[in-house]
């Protein structure tokens, strides 16, 4: 039908819940294909998303963060690394502690 899905957030809540449970940049396949591909690991996030025909809205008010999210055009990630970093979505979608039990 024409939709696109928007990935609003698509690099975590990592100021708000540090850690490797709670960070996509900490996870280890991500931080390994980070290392093969000479990019950060928000930017193999980010190149996940485009891959998967995801349009992304990623927010920074640093200026370098803002330039190396716009680097992304000169590598893809294989047909088999995106199918294993699909794999780490989480069915609810969350990457934080559910709003209805946590305790804020």
Do not use: C
Request: hydrophobic content about 35%; cysteine-free.
């Amino acid at each position: 039908m024409g939709i696109i899905t928007q990935s609003w957030s698509p690099l975590g809540l990592w100021w708000q819940h540090p850690g490797p449970s709670s960070s996509p940049l900490q996870d280890p396949q991500i931080l390994k294909l980070s290392e093969r591909y000479g990019k950060t690991p928000a930017q193999i996030i980010l190149r996940w998303h485009l891959d998967s025909g995801l349009a992304t809205i990623s927010k920074s008010i640093r200026p370098e963060r803002i330039v190396e999210n716009f680097q992304l055009f000169d590598f893809a990630l294989t047909p088999d690394e995106l199918a294993a970093l699909s794999k780490l979505d989480r069915k609810d979608g969350r990457l934080g502690p559910d709003p209805e039990t946590a305790d804020f």
